[in-house]
């Protein structure tokens, strides 16, 4: 079963200002009138086209002559080998002032830094790196929410060469040393607490059992959020970020200008299924694919206000805050997305005239559900642009931005990874919106859908691959020498070519729609179905908040085939009965085929989802099948897990 292409989209650009974006002046320089011959040479040519947009974005440092060496090896190839370059003087060139960045607190803090400003934070903490021993290919650590502070933190460590890590406060003591504690750092910069859902939450106590079973920290700075002055005795070599001393405004941040492949961030992976892997990525690849995403596919211009909802765990920060380089001023948030009945978000988009809002799937289907309108509510006329990603977009998601938003937006969905820390299929500003549908392939990624045999395919599903090298892929992972976690993550299933493990399909508009993970694909009779399929159906009824699918081995001990079972979690006060399991099961085969009909429909209190919001469908398969969840530390909500076990309606 696939979606129903709709032949009439649901936005398409002004075709009097469409030729003032990014997206169609670089295709007029390059010669291209249509996106789909750019994006053909761009991945036939990739020389040619990496170097073009290295000029077009302004990008600062020394090219060098030779731009690609071992283009057909993957991994193996390298990018720009005789560049020099750093990811912050990129971000921090844009010398005219104005603000760099917003703050929103959920708490109802809110500050504001201007670029000169940032400037001197950035200068100050760098000097405290520097006297405290931090030097290039060096691991500093953010243990901290999204804050100005850990901008200010991340720039300055990655300016010297060092390398930045971060995850969010929400972690356990266990979540952070699966993370930190494989990299070593020599620094931790943390929170003494954060606000959450009208919560206060204490982290000192955590911070200290996690320095104390850090051997390789030299400092820690704290930075104050939920009081001023937070009592830091405990934690080892620590210090308030007040206390870090002020250097003379005028002083100058050190930029280390490095290889293009240098280290910039260790990021995690999630860790559902084991320790978390710690994925290396580089200086140039992120910063070009990061101008490439913003500029050219999300239209980002100087001046805009570019937000999007996230935390420092999750991927998303990273790509948020590469805004810098564009000349955009960065919205950022730290708190609940649905503080102030659901309206937190919709308020900061109209005080602070939001052009690009980001967000996950998930908000917008909770945003719905809430009956939510905020086109009718607040004054987004400066909205250009509204993301979404986390987990696939249902067509009625694309409903309902375009009904209670804006008639007039783009609505990019987006997917990719924290493997590659940006996008492989996303947004474009010279293309229309069709329902369902993520607009294109982003240029310089090879992207095609293959079979099971390794042959392409177009309008059928399969599995989302890249068959050409492109700069961003990580350099590597930390602690794999040979590279063979490295090569069995992403090249075992095709030779030589990246299979990111997206179920998949490139429809007739050469758009692509995502069903789930390929890893948590249900194949009952042998007949592949994607999650997304069924969720898209079941949480169409207002009774049901949220659902999650697996496939049940059935019968129990042998292999050879699966039931497909649903669970789901019902609105406050609700509960499962006969006639709403008919209703649920009548929508799903009504609108797609009998065999993705669940065997079994359960009722759960929770989900589990992992810190970033993504529901974890294989660890409560495991769960059903009386197998270890091996790092609950990476749920948001691990004790959700507890309903999913041996619950007897799976018994028969």
């Known amino acids: 079963m696939t979606y129903t292409i709709d032949s009439k989209p649901l936005w398409q650009p002004n075709p009097n200002t469409v030729s003032d974006t990014p997206m169609a002046i670089f295709m007029q320089a390059m010669g291209h009138g249509r996106y789909d011959d750019l994006w053909q040479w761009s991945v036939d040519q990739p020389e040619a086209f990496w170097t073009k947009l290295w000029d077009f974005c302004g990008v600062v440092g020394e090219k060098g002559n030779e731009i690609l060496v071992d283009r057909n090896k993957m991994p193996g190839a390298r990018w720009f080998p005789e560049s020099r370059l750093n990811y912050a003087e990129n971000l921090l060139k844009?010398?005219?002032?104005?603000?760099?960045?917003?703050f929103w607190g959920e708490d109802k803090v809110k500050r504001r830094l201007s670029r000169s400003e940032l400037q001197a934070e950035v200068a100050r903490f760098q000097q405290?790196?520097?006297a405290a021993g931090v030097s290039e290919g060096d691991r500093v650590a953010?243990?901290?929410?999204?804050?100005?502070?850990?901008?200010?933190?991340?720039?300055?460590?990655?300016?010297?060469g060092a390398i930045w890590s971060s995850a969010s406060p929400d972690f356990g003591v266990q979540g952070v040393l699966d993370r930190f504690g494989q990299i070593e750092p020599k620094v931790l910069v943390c929170v003494d607490g954060y606000w959450y859902n009208g919560k206060q939450v204490d982290c000192l106590e955590k911070n200290a059992e996690i320095v104390g079973k850090m051997p390789t920290l030299l400092k820690t700075v704290v930075v104050p959020y939920l009081n001023q002055h937070p009592e830091i005795g405990n934690i080892a070599n620590a210090l308030h970020w007040c206390e870090i001393v002020e250097v003379d405004r005028q002083k100058e941040v050190l930029f280390k200008r490095v290889a293009f492949d240098h280290p910039l961030f260790i990021m995690f992976s999630s860790g559902t299924t084991g320790v978390p892997k710690c994925i290396v990525h580089c200086h140039g690849g992120v910063l070009l694919q990061h101008l490439k995403e913003h500029q050219l596919h999300s239209d980002v211009r100087p001046g805009d206000r570019l937000f999007y909802f996230t935390t420092c765990g999750w991927m998303m920060w990273n790509w948020l805050v590469s805004g810098l380089a564009c000349g955009a001023t960065l919205l950022l948030y730290d708190g609940s997305p649905f503080a102030d009945q659901g309206k937190v978000l919709f308020d900061y988009a109209e005080t602070e005239k939001m052009t690009h809002f980001g967000t996950s799937a998930k908000f917008i289907d909770a945003a719905a559900k809430l009956g939510l309108q905020p086109g009718q509510t607040h004054d987004l006329s400066a909205l250009r642009a509204m993301f979404s990603t986390g987990s696939p977009l249902s067509p009625e998601g694309f409903d309902w931005v375009y009904r209670e938003i804006k008639q007039d937006i783009l609505l990019a969905s987006i997917s990719g990874g924290t493997d590659i820390v940006s996008c492989f299929v996303l947004g474009n500003p010279v293309l229309p919106v069709y329902r369902g549908e993520i607009q294109c392939r982003g240029l310089g990624m090879a992207v095609d859908?293959?079979?099971?045999?390794?042959?392409?395919?177009?309008?059928?599903?399969?599995?989302?691959?890249?068959?050409?090298?492109?700069?961003?892929?990580?350099?590597?992972?930390?602690?794999?020498?040979?590279?063979a976690k490295y090569h069995a993550a992403y090249f075992e299933r095709f030779d030589n070519i990246w299979c990111h493990g997206d179920f998949s399909e490139i429809t007739?508009?050469?758009?692509?729609?995502?069903?789930?993970?390929?890893?948590?694909?249900?194949?009952?009779?042998?007949?592949?179905?994607?999650?997304?399929?069924?969720y898209r159906q079941v949480e169409q009824l207002p009774e049901i908040l949220e659902a999650l699918v697996i496939a049940q081995d059935w019968p129990p001990g042998k292999n050879d085939d699966v039931r497909v079972v649903l669970f789901v979690r019902l609105a406050d006060g609700l509960t499962l009965d006969e006639d709403l399991i008919a209703r649920i099961k009548k929508q799903i085969r009504d609108n797609t085929t009998p065999r993705h009909v669940p065997a079994k429909v359960v009722q759960v209190q929770d989900i589990p989802r992992t810190k970033s919001g993504k529901i974890v469908e294989l660890a409560v398969r495991n769960i059903v099948h009386v197998r270890p969840v091996k790092n609950v530390e990476a749920l948001a909500n691990p004790e959700a897990l507890e309903y999913f076990r041996e619950r007897p309606e799976l018994a028969d």
């Open 128 to 130: 405290f790196l520097i």
């Open 94 to 102: 844009n010398r005219e002032d104005g603000e760099a960045l917003v």
């Open 142 to 160: 953010g243990f901290l929410p999204n804050l100005p502070e850990t901008l200010v933190a991340m720039l300055a460590t990655v300016a010297l």
């Open 449 to 483: 859908v293959y079979d099971d045999n390794g042959q392409p395919v177009r309008s059928e599903k399969g599995e989302l691959v890249c068959s050409k090298p492109f700069p961003v892929m990580p350099v590597g992972f930390w602690n794999d020498p040979d590279g």
């Open 508 to 534: 007739a508009h050469d758009g692509i729609i995502i069903y789930g993970r390929s890893d948590a694909t249900l194949n009952p009779g042998g007949v592949r179905i994607g999650t997304a399929e069924i």
